[in-house]
C-alpha cells in the first residue's frame, strides 16, 4: 500500500497562510493518502500577521523557523531563508513541495526543492506584469519560481496563456481558479458579529482602505490618507475603516492624519474572516494588496487599486478592478463616480469574477496525486 504523500507547505506571509489553507484543510482530513508539513518562516513585519492568520485558520506549524530579520536586506534574508528550509527538508524527505505566489519564501523553496531533485508545485502561478520592477520584488519571485516548478496551478486562462508564451509545459498546466476563492467562500457561510459595524448608521456607504506595500509607505501613502479623508469629509453619508498596517511610520502618520475624526476608524488587522464579512459590507475598497483584487469581484465590491500595474490584467479588463496609482485626482474622481453615478458602480461591482468556482483546492490536490502516482 502506498504511504501518505508528504507535502510540504512554506508559509512567510498572511498572504500565503490563507491561499494554502484549504488545500491543507483537505490533506489533513486524508490521512490515508497526504501528509502535510507546515513550515512557517515569517518576516519580521509580518510575523504577529501570519500569527494572527495561523490562530484563525487554527493551523499549527510542524517547523518554525527563525524570523527572517536582516534589516530589508534581500540578499540575506534570502540567503537566511534558503539555510533553514534546507535543514527542514534534510529532517522532512518531502515527496513534494506546495508553494503560492511572490514572496521571498516561494523563492527559497523552489531553489531548495530544485537541489534537492524533488518536485515543486506553484499555486498562483502565470500572474505577470512582465515589469521585473513592479511589483518588486514580487515579479521576478514568481517568474523565477515559475522557472523551478514542476506543476503550474494557474489561476485564470489569462496566467495559463502567459505561462504557455513562455514555453512552460502544457500538459503541466492546469486552470484551476485561485484558493482565495476557496477562502472567501468558507468565510461567508461562518456567523459574524461587529460592534465596529453596528455602530454604523446602515444608509452609510463604507470605503475600506488597506495600504502596506513598502513603495507606498512614506509620500505615497500620506496623499492617499489626505485624499480619502477629503472623501469622507465632502461625503456626510461616508465611512472609512482603515486597519492600519502594523508599522511604526504607518501608525504614525495614519492617526496624524486620518485620527480623530468620527466617521474615519482607525482599527488594528483584522482576521481574514473578519476582513471578508466587513467587505461584503462595504460600497468599495480602495487597495494596494494583490489577493483583495481576486476576492472583491467575488462579493461584488468595485476596487481601486493603488498601484501603477497590475498582475492580475484580468481584474482590470473585466471591469472589476480600475486602476488609480497614488494620484489624489484619479483617485478622488473614480470615487466620486462610484458614489454618485449608479452605472458606473453596477458595472464594476456585476463585472465577472474569473478567479475561480471556490473548487481549486479540490482540483489541486486531485491534480498533485495523479502526478505523484506517475512519477
Not at 529532517?91 to 524533488?118: E, K
Request: glycine residues 4%; hydrophobic residues 40%.
Amino acid at each position: 500500500m502506498q504511504a501518505p504523500y508528504c507535502i510540504m507547505f512554506l508559509l512567510g506571509t498572511r498572504a500565503e497562510a490563507l491561499k494554502l489553507a484549504p488545500v491543507i484543510k483537505i490533506m489533513k482530513a486524508n490521512e490515508m493518502i497526504w501528509q502535510p508539513v507546515v513550515v512557517t518562516a515569517p518576516y519580521l513585519q509580518q510575523n504577529d500577521l501570519l500569527s494572527q492568520a495561523l490562530d484563525y485558520l487554527q493551523i499549527e506549524p510542524d517547523f518554525e523557523l527563525a524570523t527572517v530579520d536582516k534589516n530589508g536586506q534581500r540578499v540575506e534574508e534570502l540567503s537566511q531563508l534558503l539555510h533553514n528550509l534546507d535543514n527542514v527538508v534534510n529532517a522532512s524527505q518531502p515527496d513534494m513541495l506546495l508553494v503560492v505566489g511572490d514572496a521571498s519564501t516561494s523563492l527559497a523553496a523552489s531553489l531548495v526543492g530544485f537541489y534537492h531533485q524533488l518536485p515543486i508545485s506553484h499555486v498562483e502561478a502565470g500572474l505577470r506584469t512582465y515589469d521585473k520592477l513592479s511589483p518588486f520584488p514580487d515579479e521576478m519571485h514568481r517568474r523565477l519560481t515559475d522557472d523551478l516548478a514542476d506543476l503550474y496551478f494557474a489561476p485564470t486562462a489569462h496566467a495559463r496563456d502567459n505561462l504557455l508564451a513562455e514555453h512552460h509545459p502544457a500538459e503541466r498546466i492546469y486552470v484551476t481558479g485561485n484558493t482565495s476563492i476557496d477562502m472567501v467562500n468558507n468565510t461567508l457561510d461562518q456567523p459574524f458579529d461587529s460592534e465596529l459595524l453596528d455602530q454604523i448608521p446602515e444608509d452609510h456607504r463604507m470605503i475600506i482602505l488597506t495600504m502596506e506595500r513598502p513603495e507606498n509607505i512614506g509620500e505615497p501613502m500620506r496623499a492617499v490618507f489626505h485624499t480619502v479623508k477629503d472623501i469622507v469629509e465632502t461625503n456626510e453619508d461616508v465611512e472609512l475603516i482603515y486597519p492600519v498596517f502594523p508599522n511604526a511610520d504607518v501608525e504614525s502618520m495614519a492617526d496624524e492624519i486620518l485620527g480623530k475624526h468620527d466617521r474615519i476608524h482607525l482599527i488594528k488587522p483584522l482576521d481574514h474572516g473578519s476582513f471578508i464579512h466587513m467587505a461584503a459590507r462595504s460600497t468599495l475598497i480602495i487597495t494596494d494588496s494583490g489577493s483583495i483584487q481576486e476576492e472583491a469581484p467575488a462579493l461584488h465590491k468595485p476596487v481601486l487599486l493603488l498601484r501603477e500595474k497590475t498582475e492580475r490584467q484580468e481584474a482590470v479588463d473585466c471591469g472589476a478592478v480600475k486602476v488609480v496609482g497614488t494620484n489624489p485626482t484619479s483617485i478622488q474622481q473614480t470615487v466620486f463616480d462610484l458614489l454618485n453615478h449608479h452605472k458606473a458602480y453596477k458595472q464594476m461591482a456585476e463585472a465577472e469574477n474569473r478567479f475561480g468556482d471556490g473548487h481549486a483546492s479540490e482540483h489541486i490536490c486531485a491534480i498533485i496525486e495523479d502526478y505523484l502516482q506517475q512519477h
